[in-house]
């Protein structure tokens, strides 16, 4: 789906262009779930702004969905193909009702009116939101309005769905729902590159990218990440408790892959 080799990217800064991005590579295979994470003004945002054809590249290559995003034209294509979920639940919507902000994402598709409303009909029952189909957008908690923005990136038929920190803004009910839905997303086919902060999230994550200072500097599990890497001390992390237990166990000699990385896993170890 995406494949980055030794990206660049330098940004206007007043008279100046500052580097944001420094020699990313990597390679983001269709249906996978990546976790992408990073302290704040590290280039997380700007890594997926290029990814979706907002940021031009300054250097190296860089293809998503087969198109080559050094071409001006594919720069626009790419939409089709990703998506973003942003932080800000208030700031995706455009309709004044659920209903009509999942037509407008369907509009330019040429379907004819009836195919048009029952596929509208479809997505707000894949996102759980066919009660509230008529409901004034307003009166949507912040969790209903990022299943609303998901249900527009799934009307643009989009393969990739970024969720920006999607989750931030949400309390821990709302995370869970949002985070599930987009699970059921990735085990239907999309492929999935979630931005957080949150540990467990990270944990829970097959593949983990960190970046620091506009670079790549962990790609792989999170056992390796969190058990046999020093970045997480280095970068100042508080483990998440079930990973604090973990080490623990580390500690007694317990192998890799058997140290925990979820409340469930630690459950059925105990
Ligand atoms: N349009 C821009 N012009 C110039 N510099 C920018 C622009 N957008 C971002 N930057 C700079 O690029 C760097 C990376 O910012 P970016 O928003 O990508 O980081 P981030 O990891 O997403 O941060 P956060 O977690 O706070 O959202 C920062 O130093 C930021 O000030």
């Known amino acids: 789906m995406i494949r980055a080799h030794n990206l660049t990217l330098s940004l206007r800064d007043g008279q100046h262009r500052r580097p944001v991005l420094q020699g990313i590579s990597i390679h983001i295979g269709r249906g996978e779930w990546v976790a992408l994470t990073g302290a704040n003004g590290c280039g997380k945002t700007s890594l997926i702004r290029t990814f979706n054809g907002l940021n031009t590249p300054s250097g190296g290559s860089l293809s998503v969905a087969g198109l080559d995003l050094r071409l001006p034209q594919n ?41 048009m409303i029952a596929r509208i009909h479809d997505i707000l029952q894949q996102v759980g939101l066919a009660h509230k189909a008529e409901a004034d957008v307003a009166s949507l908690s912040g969790g209903e309005r990022q299943r609303l923005a998901v249900g527009c990136c799934l009307a643009l038929e989009a393969g990739m769905i970024i969720f920006d920190e999607a989750t931030s803004m949400l309390d821990p009910a709302g995370r ?43 790609d792989g599990d999170p056992r390796t990440l969190f058990y046999a ?26 192998p890799l892959h058997l140290l ?11």
């Not at 700031?91 to 004044?96: E, H, R």
């Not at 949002?178 to 492929?191: D, M, Q």
């Not at 990973?243 to 007694?252: D, P, S």
């Open 75 to 115: 720069r626009a294509a790419v939409k089709q193909h990703v998506q973003l979920v942003f932080q800000n639940p208030e700031a995706q919507t455009v309709g004044s009702t659920p209903f009509e902000d999942i037509a407008f994402g369907l509009e330019n598709r040429g379907l004819d009116r009836s195919l």
């Open 176 to 218: 869970r729902d949002i985070l599930g839905l987009a699970r059921e997303l990735w085990k239907s086919g999309t492929t999935v590159l979630w931005v957080t902060q949150r540990m467990e999230e990270l944990a829970e994550s097959p593949r983990i990218a960190v970046m620091g200072d506009g670079q790549l500097l962990y």
């Open 229 to 254: 890497s020093e970045l997480p001390d280095t970068l100042g992390w508080t483990p998440s408790p079930v990973v604090r237990i973990g080490r623990l166990l580390q500690r007694q000699g317990w």
């Open 260 to 270: 925990p990385l979820t409340e469930p896993q630690l459950e059925a170890m105990l």
